[in-house]
């Protein structure tokens, strides 16, 4: 890549991988401008160290303030936090848009580490309803149970779940994978529209109810599928993926892939067919 | 929302008054209208403890209308002569506030006839009778009502509470939970969700003889699983019939002189946390409410979809 400090504004955008031309016509399209670069980085995103290692106990904290010296101990260089004594309590860990090692010792309320954008977070519990809505990357790692809604709307990274998660899992879900090694509740992947959720235990009624796209991996028995759930062929491509990934969630190492129920959308919705041919393929 | 809380301990005895009220507090954030507690507590088991109120509190955002105290004594008074009518014999009464008052007496006799008769005073509604069930409610949060009902001492196996946001009737105690599983002694309901077969299953039930004290939509669980075991079921199969004879979103707990049960709608729309040991059992609207009692680590889930469970003492 060319040095980007020194380059031309149109090299430096090439290098990047992105246009520069400008198109007329009917095509409306936004460029990306390398001297508005400021504008891409994220606001109070910190240069951690992930070997800089400190504990936080949160005993007699509400969430805000303990949100906030989470944030604190970010800005001082923190790449590893340790958080002692979460007992249950809601919305911890949210809004981080930093990498970070997120460890915590005990289980979460609702909403623990919702709307994050790049941390590694490792629960040693169990968490509540709607972990991790709107992630849009990094990775999540539950020890125990979870609550419904386990990664409501995620549109990126990697949720996994060891044990077994309640009802709608995944719902409304816009990217990135979710991953339970127990069994799953009603609903799971309710009105999913990308990114793919992997069950290897048994999942509940009405299975992928709604959904417009992505695809869900079932190991055990299904309750019954949802309205334009549907049946697919599992490919190679589908095996060694999920091989890959079951490994990196350190989950199934003697789990038969192969053998797990592919669900996807059977797209007969009436939002399908009120869609132009064009707009069908824009859609999702 | 309302918060629900629920605990037995197998085998023993503990303070469920304070454990509950820990718990309840824990969940005041859902619901801070007001607070309830069934308690099922270490009496001698030979007379009925009858909890009853014959007025509403009128202070802490209570929507009720405002009385002069003075009719609280003459309903008390007319209570009073029902029970001499009825062959009740009051062993030892309490008056906890100008407005409920806690009796216990000898009685053998029909409970349901009892409570028509006591019931059709003005005003007057029996929240409970039982030999072990101690059923509270109030305005206020569980600590406010703890406070005034003196419960923190009471030692007993098993109790459920619900902290109450009122979304459906009024502020109020007779809209407020638990509900008395009225006219089978020590029967006790709370509830987190909303009832969308409310009227439908109400007409049928009073056309059946059933009575509601209030218009909340959690009574009716009280009454249609009464009115199951009146017709011979256990409890856990009027629960199990409820799943589908009840529409809307649910999450219950009914507990009995010996038994706690839970059950979860069909949607799994309302939250429950459940923690299982030998010797307890807790749940709770939020883990919070468990951790209340049990700060250390331990492993709790989430019941599924149209989930029944009952664990005896």
Not at chain 1, 77 to 105: A, D
Not at chain 2, 85 to 90: D, F, P, R
Request: hydrophobic share 35%.
């Amino acid at each position: 890549m060319a040095n980007l400090k020194t380059a031309e504004k149109k090299t430096k955008a090439q290098s990047m991988g992105l246009h520069t031309e400008v198109l007329t016509g009917k095509t409306q399209q936004k460029f990306f401008n390398p001297d508005e670069a400021e504008n891409f980085f994220y606001w109070g995103a910190y240069d951690v160290d992930f070997n800089k290692r400190t504990d936080l106990d949160v005993k007699d904290m509400d969430c805000k303030e303990a949100n906030r010296r989470i944030d604190e101990l970010m800005s001082q260089g923190y790449g590893t936090i340790v958080i002692k004594n979460p007992q249950g309590k809601h919305s911890l860990g949210v809004g981080i848009l930093n990498k970070l090692n997120l460890i915590f010792e005990g289980s979460l309320g609702y909403f623990g580490v919702g709307s994050i954008d790049g941390p590694m977070v490792r629960v040693n519990g169990r968490v509540g309803w709607s972990c991790a809505e709107n992630m849009m990357a990094g990775k999540v790692v539950i020890e125990k149970n979870a609550g419904s809604c386990f990664g409501a709307a995620i549109r990126g990274g990697d949720l996994i779940c060891k044990g077994s998660v309640g009802a709608r899992t995944g719902i409304d879900q816009k990217g990135g994978t979710i991953i339970v090694g127990g069994d799953a509740g009603a609903f799971t992947g309710f009105m999913m529209q990308r990114g793919r959720i992997i069950i290897m235990g048994d999942v509940g009624i009405n299975l992928g109810d709604s959904m417009y796209d992505g695809t869900i991996y079932v190991g055990g028995k299904i309750g019954s599928y949802g309205s334009d759930a549907i049946e697919s062929p599992m490919t190679k491509s589908d095996i060694d993926w999920l091989k890959r990934k079951l490994k990196v969630a350190e989950l199934g190492e003697n789990f038969d892939v192969s053998k797990m129920t592919k669900v996807v959308a059977g797209k007969k919705l009436w939002n399908y067919d009120a869609l132009e041919p064009t707009e069908k393929k824009g859609a999702i | 929302m309302c918060g629900i809380a629920g605990l037995i301990h197998r085998g023993k005895s503990s303070n469920v008054g304070s454990e509950l009220q820990l718990m309840l507090q824990a969940l005041k954030h859902r619901g801070p209208d007001s607070t309830g507690y069934a308690l099922y507590a270490e009496n001698d088991g030979k007379n009925f403890i009858m909890r009853f109120k014959v007025g509403e509190n009128v202070g802490e955002g209570s929507t009720s209308v405002n009385e002069d105290a003075s009719v609280y004594d003459k309903r008390k008074k007319l209570v009073d002569n029902m029970l001499s009518e009825l062959g009740a014999k009051v062993i030892k009464e309490d008056r906890l506030t100008p407005y409920s008052f806690r009796y216990e007496m000898e009685f053998n006799d029909d409970l349901m006839e009892f409570s028509k008769k006591i019931e059709s005073i003005e005003s007057v509604e029996i929240l409970s009778i039982g030999k072990s069930l101690e059923l509270i409610k109030d305005l206020g949060d569980a600590a406010a009502v703890s406070e005034r009902y003196g419960l923190g001492e009471v030692k007993g196996t098993h109790a459920i509470g619900h902290a109450r946001m009122a979304t459906e009737s009024g502020v109020d105690i007779k809209s407020a939970h638990p509900f008395w599983g009225y006219p089978f002694s020590d029967v006790s309901v709370v509830h987190n969700g909303q009832l969308t077969n409310y009227w439908n299953n109400r007409r049928v039930l009073e056309n059946k003889g059933m009575r509601f004290m209030s218009e909340c939509d959690s009574e009716l669980i009280a009454v249609y699983l009464a009115e199951k075991m009146r017709n011979g079921a256990t409890l856990e199969e009027g629960m199990k019939d409820s799943l589908t004879g009840l529409d809307g979103v649910f999450t219950y707990f009914v507990a009995t002189k010996d038994s706690l049960g839970m059950a979860k709608d069909t949607m799994a729309a309302k939250p429950l946390v459940l923690y299982e040991s030998d010797d307890l059992v807790a749940m709770g609207s939020e883990e919070i409410a468990i951790r209340s009692i049990l700060p250390q680590e331990i492993d709790t889930y989430d019941p599924f979809d149209g989930e029944v469970k009952v664990w005896q003492i």
